[in-house]
Every structure is written in C-alpha cells, then in structure tokens.
C-alpha cells in the first residue's frame, strides 16, 4: 500500500518561512492536497493539486511536488499558523492516503 | 453557505451499531462525491469510505470492509455510514467531507462526530 511520510514536527520563528514535507514512491506524478487543522476543529484544505490555494487561504501558503517529496511553505509564518498539517493524495491501490501529520509550531 | 452537519455518533458497547448521518446544503450533492473520513483521539487523519454522486461507486478501508455502509440520499442530501460489529479501534471523530470538482481533494468537512466504543 502506498505511504505519505511526514515529520511529526516543524518549528519555524515568527515571520520567517516555514516548510513541511512530504515523502512519497514518485509523488512527483500524483496530485498533493494538504489540510491544517486547530485544535478542536474540522481540517481546512489549504493546497490541492500540488500548489493550487482556495479562495480565503491566504497567499503565504503555497505548495510544490517532484520526485519524491512535496513540500508545503508557509512564507512569513504567523502565530495563527501554528496547527498540524496534513498531506494527502489518491493512490489507485490504497484509494486515499494521508501522511500522518506535522505538528507545526511557531516561535 | 456550504454547509456539513454531522450527527448521529455516541457511545456504543464493543459489537454494536450505530449510524452516522451528514446532512448538507448550500450546494447541489447530487453532484459531488462524498467520504468520511475519521480521527482517533491524539491520533491522525484516515479515510474509511467513499461514494460516488449517484452511489454507484463505493469504496471502503480495509478495516471497515463488511462492518461499515456508506450510502447517501440526494433527494435529502444527506450521506450516512452504517457502522456494525464495531470495536474500541473505532473510536474516533467521524468526518463527512466534500470532494472537490475533480474528486480528489476534500474541499468541506463538517465539525464532526465523536464515537466511542467502549463497555
């Protein structure tokens, strides 16, 4: 079955960029979606298809794929920022996988 | 406004059923293929089930195959998961959630439903 990996923590300083990857077997030809989700509160879609933003997210979010690894940056990271981030793509055995999460913290 | 509300979750003995509803609006769900998605306590995101807009295409996890059924209802616009014969590991929050035009990313998520197996 086909695995997302992702570290379980980030920590990036106040205004600063912050990065969070992504590894997959060839992600590079799959499309990347990423999730933030707060504490007590239902996951948002920030990324989809690799680097795609939906309307309300802000601009500081942006996303890459090649290769092996997708990456999510987050560009001038604010407090409000701070939650865990997941990656997600659709793999033709496993149907949805998700990466099992970073916990990004914002000093 | 797009809206999901999910109801319909609780505490259950170890064996029992329950079933899980999603009730929508603000968007037209006969078009839109449907999942949900479930989170263990301290635990992360894993999807258990889809269902395409007409319900003719039905997915599930492995560790919910022939326990749990999805199905859906588009003069309601609801979505439901029929849960049985569940166990502990099926505590969890329960998410329904939307998937976007091209049916990969999950675009809405509603607040979400807490199920606990336990004696």
């Known amino acids: 079955s086909y695995e997302l990996i992702q570290p379980l923590s980030v920590s990036v300083a106040l205004g600063e960029t912050a990065r969070i990857p992504c590894g997959g077997n060839?992600?590079?030809?799959?499309?990347v979606h990423w999730y933030q989700e707060k504490p007590g509160q239902a996951p948002v879609l920030v990324i989809y298809?690799?680097?795609k933003r939906p309307s309300g997210i802000p601009e500081r979010f942006s996303g890459s794929n090649s290769e092996n690894t997708a990456t999510l940056t987050i560009s001038g990271a604010q407090a409000g920022d701070e939650a865990d981030y997941y990656c997600?793509?659709?793999?033709?055995?496993?149907?949805?996988?998700f990466g099992g999460g970073t916990k990004l913290t914002v000093l | 406004e797009v809206q999901l509300v999910e109801s319909g979750g609780g505490l259950v003995q170890p064996g029992g059923s329950l079933r899980l509803s999603c009730a929508t609006s603000?968007?037209?769900?006969?078009?839109?293929?449907m999942n949900w998605v479930r989170q263990a306590p301290g635990k992360g995101l894993e999807w258990i089930s889809y269902?395409?807009?007409?319900?003719?295409?039905?997915y599930y996890t492995d560790s919910v195959k022939g326990r749990f059924t999805i199905s859906r209802s588009n003069a309601q616009s609801s979505l439901y998961l029929q849960m049985s014969s569940l166990r502990a590991e099926d505590t969890a929050v329960y998410y329904c959630a939307r998937a976007e035009s091209n049916g990969e990313a999950f675009d809405i998520w509603g607040q979400g439903t807490m199920v606990t197996v336990s004696s």
């Open positions: 997600q793509v659709w793999d033709s055995t496993t149907l949805v996988v």
């Open positions: 298809r690799d680097s």
């Open positions: 060839n992600i590079g030809i799959k499309h």
């Open positions: 603000g968007f037209t769900f006969s078009t839109y293929t």
């Open positions: 269902i395409s807009s007409y319900g003719t295409g039905i």
